[in-house]
C-alpha cells in the first residue's frame, strides 16, 4: 500500500485513523484508530498517538510523549521529549472512567518543553512556551512563559520564543524577528505595522 507518509518499519500505523502527506513516523511509535495527524508531522521514537487525538499541520513530537484521548494540537507545536499529558482528573484502576476524558487543547505554536506535565482541561495559548519540568495545572495565556512546579508566568515571549522586555509605553521588541508586541490588560498582541514602500 502506498502512503504519502513515511514510517519506521517497527511503527504500529492502526486501520482507521488519517496522516498527512509528508509526515514521518519514527521507530517503536504506535498510532491508533481514529487519530488524526496533520500534514509535515514529526512523530518521534516511542510515541503513542490515542484514538481521537488530533494533531494540526507540522507539529513536532519529540521522543516517548504520550498522547491520549482528548488531547488537540493545532498547527506549528513543539513536544518536547518525555512530556506528559493526562485526560482523567482522579482515576482509579479498578474504576473504569472512559467516558469522563477531559479535554486539553494546546493552540498554534506554543512549545511544551521537555519532562513538563500538562494537567487535563487546560487550554495553552498561541505561542506559549512551558519550560522543561513545569507542572501545567491551569489555563495558560497566549505567548505566556510558564515554569515551575506548580507552573507559574514568569513574564512573556514572542513567536520566535524569546523573552520579550516591555518598556514604559507596553511596547516589546522580538530580538530575533524585530517584531513589534503590545503589552495591553496582561495579555500580550502581536502588532502587525503596515509598511510602506
Not at 484508530?33 to 503513542?48: E, F, L, M, S, W
Not at 482515576?91 to 498554534?108: F, H
Request: overall charge neutral; proline content about 4%.
Amino acid at each position: 500500500m502506498q502512503t504519502d507518509y513515511q514510517a519506521h518499519e517497527t511503527a504500529v500505523i492502526d486501520d482507521g485513523c488519517t496522516i498527512g502527506a509528508g509526515t514521518k513516523i519514527w521507530h517503536f511509535s504506535h498510532i491508533m484508530p481514529q487519530a488524526v495527524i496533520g500534514r509535515d508531522c514529526n512523530i518521534g521514537q516511542n510515541v503513542v498517538i490515542s484514538p481521537q487525538v488530533r494533531l494540526g499541520n507540522h507539529v513536532k513530537v519529540q521522543n516517548n510523549v504520550s498522547l491520549y484521548t482528548g488531547v488537540t494540537c493545532e498547527d506549528d507545536v513543539f513536544l518536547g521529549p518525555s512530556c506528559v499529558f493526562t485526560n482523567i482528573l482522579n482515576p482509579r484502576s479498578a474504576i473504569n472512567r472512559r467516558d469522563q476524558y477531559v479535554s486539553t487543547t494546546v493552540k498554534k505554536g506554543a512549545s511544551i518543553g521537555a519532562n513538563a506535565t500538562i494537567v487535563c482541561g487546560v487550554t495553552i495559548g498561541e505561542y506559549a512556551l512551558i519550560g522543561a519540568g513545569s507542572v501545567v495545572l491551569k489555563d495558560v495565556p497566549p505567548f505566556a512563559l510558564i515554569l515551575g512546579n506548580p507552573a507559574r508566568q514568569t513574564g512573556w515571549v514572542s513567536e520566535a520564543g524569546h523573552r520579550l522586555v516591555f518598556g514604559d509605553d507596553r511596547i516589546a521588541f522580538c530580538p530575533e524577528t524585530r517584531e513589534k508586541y503590545r503589552l495591553h490588560n496582561e495579555h500580550v498582541e502581536k502588532i502587525k505595522e503596515n509598511i510602506e514602500k
